[in-house]
């Protein structure tokens, strides 16, 4: 199941499956920051991302890492986001992420080029604002980026059954009087890839939008950087989605991507 590396992974649907994006970088701490420079921060963003919210801290936990909290200078993540609340950047001391959301206003799938030009834009801000304020430029371990897909049941499944339908690492349960119906499933896949990683989370959930019964099926390719210039950063978001789209076809079936109308 490895992805083949003779030529580009053309992906395109009609009704795809994806209702978030995320892409950017992760970073070592960064000496001297602390949280009066996230609201001051904010201020330069202001123009393009109106509102904010306040989200939880996320916990880099790779496995050469340990998490460390130092209590004179909590960590915050915080999101600026449009008005619309379609677009929106994460800054944390150690990550900045640009995420794409659809919602029932704009249900319009933006594509990776154009969420990578935004974030293009955001780390621009953030580096301006690291040298207006005499702070070292961000030291980046990791570049990513990831799908978040909701997986509709009675639209693109009706039953835990029909994972095998959808997933080709899934050969399901056999249907017998000791096993019965499956009620519920879910798996992780962690994948070394030839260059990065790829991590697959199939997982039962509840839309808070709708009260839907879904699947969320998230997909996140990573890549470790040679250096943190902006052009080697970039590069590595760009195998990281080459990699993303290889792994979705890898782990998805023809059956379902005919369901999302999947343009060859």
């Known amino acids: 199941m490895s992805p083949h590396k003779q030529g580009q992974?053309?992906?395109?649907?009609?009704?795809?499956?994806?209702?978030?994006?995320?892409?950017?970088f992760y970073f070592q701490k960064i000496e001297g920051w602390?949280?009066?420079h996230q609201g001051v921060l904010w201020d330069k963003f202001l123009p393009k991302y109106p509102e904010l919210e306040v989200l939880p801290t996320i916990l880099d936990v790779a496995p050469q890492q340990k998490v460390l909290f130092n209590l004179n200078s909590p960590t915050l993540r915080t999101g600026f986001t449009n008005k619309e609340r379609t677009q929106l950047v994460?800054?944390?001391?150690?990550?900045?992420?640009?995420?794409?959301?659809?919602?029932?206003?704009?249900?319009?799938?933006?594509?990776?080029?154009?969420?990578?030009?935004?974030?293009?834009?955001?780390?621009?801000?953030?580096?301006?604002?690291?040298?207006?304020r005499s702070l070292e430029g961000p030291v980046v371990s990791r570049c990513e980026v990831s799908y978040f897909n909701n997986l509709v049941r009675n639209e693109d499944w009706k039953d835990f059954s029909d994972l095998s339908d959808i997933f080709?690492?899934?050969?399901?349960?056999?249907?017998?009087?000791?096993?019965g119906t499956a009620q519920m499933a879910g798996f992780n896949v962690f994948y070394?890839?030839?260059?990065?990683?790829?991590?697959?989370?199939?997982?039962?959930?509840?839309?808070?939008?709708?009260?839907?019964?879904?699947?969320?099926?998230?997909?996140?390719?990573?890549l470790s950087p040679r250096n943190s210039e902006d052009e080697e950063l970039f590069r590595c978001l760009d195998e990281c989605?080459?990699?993303?789209?290889?792994?979705?076809?890898?782990?998805?079936?023809?059956?379902?991507?005919?369901?999302?109308?999947q343009n060859r």
């Open 9 to 24: 992974v053309r992906l395109h649907f009609d009704n795809p499956p994806v209702t978030e994006t995320a892409i950017g």
């Open 34 to 36: 602390h949280l009066l």
């Open 90 to 132: 994460q800054i944390q001391d150690g990550l900045l992420l640009h995420n794409w959301r659809k919602t029932t206003e704009s249900p319009q799938y933006h594509r990776y080029e154009e969420t990578r030009e935004q974030l293009r834009e955001d780390w621009s801000t953030f580096r301006n604002y690291l040298r207006q």
């Open 168 to 179: 080709t690492v899934w050969r399901g349960l056999p249907q017998s009087s000791s096993y």
């Open 192 to 222: 070394q890839l030839d260059t990065g990683v790829a991590n697959i989370a199939v997982q039962p959930a509840i839309r808070s939008s709708d009260g839907k019964e879904i699947i969320q099926f998230t997909l996140t390719c990573s």
């Open 241 to 261: 989605h080459e990699n993303a789209r290889r792994v979705f076809v890898d782990f998805t079936t023809d059956k379902v991507r005919e369901i999302w109308r």
